[in-house]
């Protein structure tokens, strides 16, 4: 199955370019018989039919994973590779339901992508962490498409991680605090990657981490994240997750601040992590760039390019 690369809007950089990366390479697993068998089973189910015509090239061939797995194609699951256990409703994951069925493809399309914009292909590195896993979502994904590596995933949520350590045994999980240090040694990786962590830090935390991540990786290796920026605010306000004033007031503190941060969880915490300085950040290039720099080299900045929300980043560890 050949997917041509899908090109997101005038965004700059490489990272413009959605390749696919780990969807194309779990996909070369099935024979035409799979890919058949599954959009059978799609083409019965009207609203899963039409999503999937809709859908651009690669997104469609991430619906023939998920849908495959979620219809019960057993074929999906063992030459994909693709495990299919899910947490409980009592253990935190980022999402549930028909498209949450293969775990998180789009992000882990995402991490790959992100190093093939830098000219760094996943498969080649030796030893990787998902730094705020969680019960491992995107993490499941990455370690089917690339057994070779020695994947490492952290959360402070105990339970998501228990879950995560039975149901996916061939990576290493472990409980993180809410401050540095981890319990891995100095210079020990070749890529760390974190979605949506540092956009709930408190700045002067989230400064504590890069440098943990520093400490971490060995000279030249990478660390890809996500955070919020500028257009975040634009798409808060088009879901209806924050009022116009909000946005006013964020975007004044990015000029003025070149930062903003609330600790919106509040006492309760989120998912029974208690830490006043997890909350909501948003961070601009110039504050990335003013306090990473020279320690670490930003190689590719894209706006937006996660979910049309949140920036990536692509830095290498100097």
Known sequence: MTVEPHVR????????????????????????????????????QPELARAYAEAYPIERQRLLLTF?????????????????AHP????????RGP???????????????????????????????????????V???LASAYPNIAWNGCD??????????KAFPDV??????????????????????AI??????????????????????????????????ATTIEHDELHGRRTPEQGEEILSALFTDAAWYAPEFGESGDWGVVNPAWGTAFLSPEWMLAHLCPRWQVLEFAPARNANNQDVYVLRRV
């Open 172 to 193: 290493h999980f472990f409980v993180s605090g809410n401050e540095p240090p981890l319990a891995l040694p100095e210079g020990s990786l070749d890529l760390a990657y």
């Open 9 to 44: 809007g005038s965004l700059p950089g490489n990272l413009a370019v959605e390749r696919g990366t780990v969807s194309a390479r779990l996909i070369d697993r099935l024979t035409p018989d799979d890919v058949a068998a599954v959009e059978q089973q799609i083409a019965g």
């Open 88 to 95: 409980p409703a009592d253990v935190h994951t980022m999402a």
């Open 99 to 137: 498209l949450a069925a293969a775990g998180g493809l789009y992000e882990a399309d995402l991490v790959a992508d992100a190093l093939a914009s830098v000219d760094v292909e996943l498969g080649s590195l030796e030893r990787a962490l998902d730094f705020g896993c969680s019960s491992g979502r």
């Open 68 to 84: 495959g797995l979620h219809l019960g194609v057993t074929e999906i699951a063992g030459h994909a590779r693709l495990p299919t």
């Open 139 to 141: 993490l499941r994904v």
């Open 196 to 229: 949506s962590i540092w956009s709930h830090f408190a700045p002067v935390l989230g400064l504590r981490w890069f440098e943990e991540m520093r400490r971490l990786l060995r000279p030249g290796a990478h660390l890809v994240l996500t955070t919020h920026g």
């Open 156 to 165: 402070p949520n105990g339970p998501a991680i228990t879950w995560a350590a």
